[in-house]
């Protein structure tokens, strides 16, 4: 089973749709979540931290349930600059990231 | 806001030469960290530093690697001998804490011609 993995993709979807993102894990004692975007042949940027009781900033939402051992990230309102990759990373000793699903904004 | 600086940004090696990769993390950060991205493909884990030392290494980190700090800022990848297939985005992060998010610089494009 693989440590991170994520939806494939490619997410294409138009101005103003809610997307939602889906990721699991494999290791029970990962410690820490983050959801990251990365711009083309740019580096990773932290969007935004998983804390166990869920959190929200502005239009992005994140959960986390580690029962089955899964993390979420949802867009509200998505707009033309949402599109990128976003990238969920697990920290289980050493920092694991997925895949990456790649999502279009469609105008 | 204070970030992780690298050079160069674009490197051209030719195979079997020595390449080094410079960082400079955030200053108060304690945790080092070098990735790799191959184009199209995923961020893929090399290494983290901690206390002067390597303190996890991915299979990828072989011999041909290694990682130092110099003094209290820099810290540098080397790469012995390039092989082609070590052409790829080069990223290197740093963190305040082992569980804290990482910060990234803006990665140095490595091609081995």
């Known amino acids: 089973r693989k440590e991170v993995e994520q939806d494939p993709g490619p997410f294409n979807v138009p101005e103003g749709a809610t997307v939602a993102f889906n990721c699991t894990y494999s290791n029970s004692a990962s410690q820490s979540f983050f959801w990251y975007r990365q711009d083309c042949r740019k580096e990773p940027k932290l969007l935004m931290s998983?804390?166990?009781s869920g959190n929200e900033d502005g239009r992005f939402t994140a959960q986390l349930n580690r029962a089955s051992q899964y993390i979420s990230l949802l867009i509200r309102d998505s707009k033309l600059s949402d599109s990128a990759t976003y990238l969920c990373?697990?920290?289980?000793?050493?920092?694991?990231f997925g895949k990456g699903t790649r999502l279009h904004i469609l105008p | 806001e204070p970030e992780v600086t690298q050079t160069p940004s674009h490197q051209v090696t030719q195979m079997g030469q020595e390449v080094i990769l410079h960082c400079v993390p955030i200053?108060?950060?304690?945790?080092f960290y070098w990735y790799r991205q191959i184009l199209g493909q995923k961020v893929e884990f090399l290494v983290s530093?901690?206390?002067?030392?390597?303190?996890?290494k991915s299979e990828i980190f072989d011999d041909q690697f290694s990682v130092e700090r110099p003094d209290g800022s820099n810290f540098t990848l080397k790469i012995r001998s390039t092989k082609l297939e070590d052409s790829a985005m080069y990223f290197c992060a740093s963190s305040e804490n082992p569980i804290s998010p990482l910060h990234f610089g803006n990665g140095t494009r490595l091609t081995v011609t």
């Open positions: 998983v804390y166990s």
């Open positions: 530093f901690y206390n002067n030392e390597i303190s996890e």
């Open positions: 990373v697990v920290n289980d000793d050493k920092i694991i």
């Open positions: 200053s108060n950060h304690l945790y």
